[in-house]
């Protein structure tokens, strides 16, 4: 048997966990300014945390769950996303004594997907979640806090803010009436699984990427025409926000999310330079999700990101910094070279030791190393407590004390 990873599970290493790290690293550092702490919550929770309706008919929870029954007989499931975990630490653990909470996460999720390009059955999210705020400004700063950190990765004008308003229940229940008898008029037209979709959760279907579904979505009434006042101005507060942060959006009267709690603002970063898949980061207010958990009625907004997507459209420089090389000549200078190399990585530096060969094959390994300088240890120099330092950019070389090297150096 050949071992080999699971489809659509990738290594991580090299550049592309640098970028990967990088990502996380900006995010976390942009986030943190906003006041959100980091919160780890566990990998695996109870699958009713996931699936909490049997009437849920979002593509995550009927078919690209890792759902298995541990030894103890229960229903566990892989998360394929943070917000459920997070709410349901935030109800468990007794955070809802002091709002607003501010958490972020990083990690692992996981779905049963076609993998393809920037589609993978193990995949990286950050993402944040505010609990508490029931108003419009808490959806301007977690958009704000998400554009300056596209824009912190260089990429703001590789993506572009999507943003609309599903309102509030009312609005929510006008729209669906009005849907619900437009596709019904098209019924012959939808695919089977909208077909399916049509009386459980219709909403989902403006989210389709049939075909068939799109030409039908076409002439669908549009999300702004349902909207009752109330909704209409918590909406348009949220876009006087952006437009006095300067944040620039289009207004996108299809966009949804494709679960039930979702409320009032939706959003979501694209970009066309990833082929189909083109949303990098989304997120949505979530008033109805703590309660429907069993918490209190408690507001929610949050996003989330997927790392990989990022990492591929930055093109940041994430090569280390250059090493210094240490190279002995002989046996007898081994002991001191240790010393060396251990000072100046206390230092600061980074150094590259090589383990063993030849002068000509140590100083070949600094080369691929890309090491700036090289200190070079022969046993007749140290006598005098001196070694040559080599700057391997220009080739100059001189003698130093082994006392002024870090100063020589620098
Ligand atoms: P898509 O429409 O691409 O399936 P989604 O609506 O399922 O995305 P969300 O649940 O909103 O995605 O997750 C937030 C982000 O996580 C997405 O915008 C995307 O960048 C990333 N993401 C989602 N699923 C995957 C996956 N299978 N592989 C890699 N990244 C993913
Ligand atoms: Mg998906």
Same mark, same amino acid.
């Given at each position: 048997m050949k071992i080999q990873n699971v489809r659509g599970t990738y290594d991580l290493y090299g550049d592309a966990k640098r970028k990967a790290k990088k990502v996380v690293e900006i995010a976390s550092q942009m986030?943190?300014? %906003?006041?959100?702490?980091?919160?780890?919550?566990?990998?695996?929770?109870?699958?009713?945390?996931?699936?909490r309706n049997l009437g849920d008919t979002s593509?995550?929870?009927?078919?690209?769950?890792?759902?298995?029954?541990?030894?103890?007989?229960?229903?566990?499931?892989?998360?394929?996303?943070? #917000?459920?975990g997070v709410v349901r630490s935030f109800i468990s653990e007794g955070m809802q004594q002091n709002l607003p909470v501010k958490l972020y996460y990083a990690g692992p999720m996981f779905r049963y997907e076609r993998p393809q390009k920037g589609r993978q059955r193990q995949f990286t999210q950050f993402g944040v979640e505010l609990l508490g705020v029931q108003t419009p400004q808490a959806d301007i700063e977690v958009i704000a806090m998400a554009y300056s950190f596209l824009k912190a990765l260089g990429l703001e004008e590789s993506v572009v803010l999507e943003i609309n308003s599903l309102g509030d229940e009312e609005s929510r229940n006008a729209y669906r009436e009005k849907l619900v008898s437009y596709l019904k008029q098209h019924y012959d037209l939808l695919s089977i699984e909208s077909k399916q979709r049509l009386e459980k959760n219709p909403l989902r279907i403006l989210d389709s990427k049939e075909e068939c579904d799109k030409i039908v979505v076409e002439n669908a009434p549009l999300y702004a025409d349902s909207l009752n006042e109330a909704s209409k101005n918590f909406f348009e507060e949220v876009l006087t926000g952006l437009d006095l942060l300067k944040i620039p959006?289009?207004?996108?009267?299809?966009?949804?999310?494709?679960?039930? %709690? %979702?409320?009032? #603002?939706?959003?979501?970063?694209? #970009? !066309?330079?990833?082929? +189909?898949?083109? +949303?990098?980061? &989304?997120g949505g207010r979530y008033d109805g999700l703590i309660k429907e958990m069993g918490?209190?009625?408690? &507001?929610? $907004?949050?996003?989330?990101?997927?790392?990989?997507?990022?990492?591929?459209?930055?093109?940041? !420089?994430?090569?280390?910094?250059?090493?210094?090389?240490? $190279?002995?000549?002989? !046996?007898?200078?081994?002991?001191?070279?240790?010393?060396? &190399?251990?000072?100046?990585?206390?230092?600061? %530096?980074?150094?590259?030791?090589?383990?063993?060969?030849?002068?000509?094959?140590?100083?070949?390994? +600094? !080369?691929? +190393?890309?090491a700036f300088a090289?200190? $070079?240890?022969?046993?007749?120099?140290?006598?005098?407590?001196?070694?040559?330092?080599?700057?391997?950019d220009t080739g100059e070389q001189k003698q130093v004390l082994l006392a002024d090297l870090i100063k020589e150096l620098a």
């Open positions: 986030v943190e300014k %906003y006041g959100f702490e980091e919160i780890e919550t566990p990998i695996f929770e109870f699958t009713e945390v996931f699936a593509d995550i929870v009927t078919k690209e769950m890792y759902s298995f029954e541990d030894r103890g007989g229960e229903s566990i499931t892989l998360r394929p996303e943070g #917000t459920a959006y289009r207004v996108n009267n299809r966009l949804v999310r494709g679960l039930d %709690y %979702y409320a009032h #603002t939706v959003f979501e970063f694209t #970009t !066309d330079k990833l082929g +189909a898949q083109g +949303a990098v980061l &989304a918490g209190g009625d408690v &507001a929610g $907004i949050g996003w989330a990101c997927g790392v990989e997507r990022l990492s591929m459209l930055m093109d940041t !420089d994430v090569s280390l910094s250059r090493p210094v090389a240490v $190279i002995e000549i002989g !046996d007898e200078v081994h002991q001191t070279a240790l010393q060396t &190399a251990y000072m100046l990585r206390n230092a600061g %530096y980074r150094v590259e030791h090589a383990y063993g060969g030849n002068v000509k094959k140590r100083m070949a390994k +600094a !080369d691929k +190393a890309n090289a200190v $070079i240890l022969g046993s007749q120099e140290l006598a005098e407590k001196k070694v040559t330092l080599k700057n391997l």
